[in-house]
Structures are given as structure tokens and as C-alpha cells.
């Protein structure tokens, strides 16, 4: 059975620093992984995403603050989250693509806080 399990986050103050991180288990290939944010009667952007050859893409707010990298030979990822606002405040759900035909699994929501 395929799973993403996430950790990390937790509260800060801002212009803190949190890392997140994601690692699927089980015999998988994955192609994009990354992050996703949601707050309460919004909806579900996508903060950062790494294919599995390196390319990153980045939501416009945190570029130059958030960095995403990941493992292959691990099936796991990270995100780097510097220089936190408030409006950063959100629960972060990671996700994974994976083969053959880029199934997408998600792995449980994580909280980041950021207070001013």
C-alpha cells in the first residue's frame, strides 16, 4: 500500500523558518511532488513542486523565501520555508505523482503558524 507520510511545520514567529518534508513508501516511481496550501473557505494552491528530473515551480508570494528539494532514491521531499509571514499561515498538504499513470496520493495536512 502506497502512503505519503508528512512532518514538520508547527508555529513561528515571523521571519522564521519552518521545513517540511514528505516521504512516500512502498515500490513507486514519482514524478512531481511538492505542496499544496489551504486555509479554511479557500482554495487549494499549489506552493511549490519538483519534478523528478529537478525542475522546480514556485507560487509568486514565496519565491525567493520557500526551496523545495527532494531524493529520488528515497521517494522524499523538502521544502525550505524562510523568511515566514502571516499570510503563510496555512495547512500544507503534500502530494506525490506517481507511474504509471501519475496517480495522485496525498499525504496528511500540516500545520504552519506564523504569528507577527
Known amino acids: 500500500q502506497v502512503q505519503l507520510v508528512a512532518s514538520g511545520g508547527g508555529s513561528v514567529q515571523a521571519g522564521g523558518s519552518v521545513k517540511l518534508s514528505c516521504k512516500a513508501s512502498?515500490?513507486?516511481?514519482?514524478?512531481?511532488m511538492g505542496w499544496y496550501r489551504q486555509a479554511p473557505g479557500n482554495e487549494r494552491d499549489l506552493v511549490a513542486s519538483?519534478?523528478?528530473?529537478?525542475?522546480?515551480s514556485y507560487l509568486d508570494s514565496v519565491k525567493g523565501r520557500f526551496t523545495i528539494s527532494r531524493e529520488n532514491s528515497e521517494n522524499t521531499a523538502t521544502l525550505h520555508m524562510n523568511s515566514l509571514k502571516p499570510d503563510d499561515s496555512d495547512a500544507y498538504y503534500c502530494?506525490?505523482?506517481?507511474?504509471?499513470?501519475?496517480?495522485?496520493?496525498w499525504g496528511q495536512g500540516t500545520q504552519v503558524t506564523v504569528s507577527s
Open positions: 519538483i519534478s523528478r528530473t529537478g525542475v522546480t
Open positions: 512502498g515500490d513507486i516511481l514519482i514524478e512531481s
Open positions: 502530494y506525490a505523482e506517481i507511474y504509471p499513470y501519475l496517480r495522485t496520493i
